[in-house]
Every structure is written in structure tokens, then in C-alpha cells.
């Protein structure tokens, strides 16, 4: 079955400073990748997905991510955090061979004050 | 525009006893998720419904567990009887399209505490 890994369990930055947050995924011929963000106590909301296309994804509040298919990754990067930034962030996969959606074991993001 | 409404937000009951949590979809949406999370297995999919209809319910843990979908407004995850390594809490999502190459849409979650 496909995957999806994010390597770091915990991430802590200082506000303001640039972060990245990285995701692997196995090889899969349809790569329809998602972050999403969840906020202590809360439901999770999408960040940004990519399908095809631009490699570099857009996204709410400030995220961006780039899909480098010779890394198989999907980093998530937001280039100035703030504090409202603290929360887990997963990542995500449809998995065509299942046809389900698979999620990352999730980073928790803390902001230094 | 309401979203995806969870209900009961917290329930606690005894060992033995029979959970009944409930959902209410975004109008017009064709796909239903449940899913569990717990600190040790993190987010994982329970069951999901396309037009009402269930599509994949092998992350079912067991029989314990049931799930149903009687119109496309309305779903119910059932556990009966309730085991206390059942404490997690539970989402329910719906999505646009169907599958899960679409956007999907999180409730609040309900959280489970049994004892």
C-alpha cells in the first residue's frame, strides 16, 4: 500500500522565523497530496493540496508546499510564523490501490515566543 | 454556511455500554468519512460512503463497530458494546466529490471516554 511519512514528530520556532515541515511519500502514479492543520481541540482543515500542474502549491494563511517528484516529497514552508501557527499539521495521500485517503503520522509545531 | 455538525461533543459511559455518535454532512456534499484518533495510532480511517452508500469499511476495528448512512444528511457510527481502549476521539468529514481526491470537510470530533 502507498504511504506517507513525516519524519519530525515535534518542530519547535521562534515567531518570525521561517519554517519547513517535511513529507514523503511512496511512489504512486497519481500523487494527490494534502496538509492539513489542527488547532488544539478542533476538526482538521485543509492547507493546501496538489494534484498536477504548477509543483508549487499555494495555500490558506500563508503555506505554501512544492511537490519534487525525484525526492518524493511535499514540504510544507511558510516563510514567517506567528504565534496562532502552533498546532499539528498532517500530511496526506490518496491512495489510488486502496482508493482511500492515507494520513501522515502528524508534527506538532510550537512557536518560541 | 453551517459545517460539518458533530454531535454529542463529549460522552462518557460505562464499559459494556452502547455509543451512538452522530453527523450531519455539509448540504450537497456526496462523500461521508469517519475516522478515530488516539495518541498511539495517530488519524485513522474508520469507514466512508459515497452517495450514502458504504465504500470501505476495513479500518473497522471490529464488529464491535457499525456505521450507517439512511439519507445523505444524516450518519451514525455505533459502538456496541463499548470497551474503554475505545476512548478516542472521532471525526466525521464530508467531501464534495466523491472518493477522497476532494477537499475534505472536518467536524469538531467527539470525544469518547469510556470507562
Known amino acids: 500500500a502507498q504511504s506517507v511519512t513525516q519524519p519530525d514528530i515535534h518542530i519547535t520556532v521562534s515567531e518570525g522565523a521561517s519554517l519547513e515541515l517535511r513529507c514523503n511519500y511512496s511512489?504512486?502514479?497519481?500523487?494527490?497530496l494534502f496538509w492539513y492543520v489542527q488547532s488544539p481541540g478542533q476538526g482538521l482543515q485543509l492547507l493546501l493540496k496538489?494534484?498536477?500542474?504548477?509543483?508549487l502549491v499555494q495555500g490558506i494563511k500563508g503555506f505554501e508546499a512544492e511537490f519534487k517528484r525525484s525526492q518524493s516529497s511535499f514540504n510544507l514552508r511558510k516563510p514567517s510564523v506567528h504565534w496562532s501557527d502552533a498546532a499539528e499539521y498532517f500530511c496526506?495521500?490518496?491512495?489510488?490501490?486502496?482508493?482511500?485517503?492515507?494520513f501522515g503520522s502528524g508534527t506538532r509545531l510550537s512557536i518560541r515566543p | 454556511d453551517a459545517g460539518v455538525i458533530q454531535s454529542p461533543r463529549h460522552e462518557v459511559t460505562e464499559m459494556g455500554q452502547e455509543v451512538t455518535l452522530r453527523c450531519k454532512p455539509i448540504s450537497g456534499h456526496n462523500s461521508l468519512f469517519w475516522y478515530r484518533q488516539t495518541m498511539m495510532r495517530g488519524l485513522e480511517l474508520l469507514i466512508y460512503f459515497n452517495n450514502n452508500v458504504p465504500i470501505d469499511d476495513s479500518g473497522m476495528p471490529e464488529d464491535r463497530f457499525s456505521a450507517k448512512m439512511p439519507n445523505a444528511s444524516f450518519s451514525t457510527l455505533k459502538i456496541q458494546p463499548s470497551e474503554p481502549r475505545d476512548s478516542a476521539v472521532y471525526f466525521c468529514?464530508?467531501?464534495?466529490?466523491?472518493?477522497?481526491?476532494?477537499?475534505?470537510?472536518f467536524g469538531p470530533g467527539t470525544r469518547l471516554t469510556v470507562l
Open positions: 496538489y494534484f498536477s500542474g504548477d509543483t
Open positions: 511512489y504512486g502514479a497519481t500523487p494527490y
Open positions: 496526506a495521500r490518496w491512495d489510488s490501490s486502496a482508493s482511500k485517503i492515507i
Open positions: 468529514a464530508s467531501s464534495p466529490q466523491q472518493g477522497g481526491t476532494d477537499t475534505q470537510y
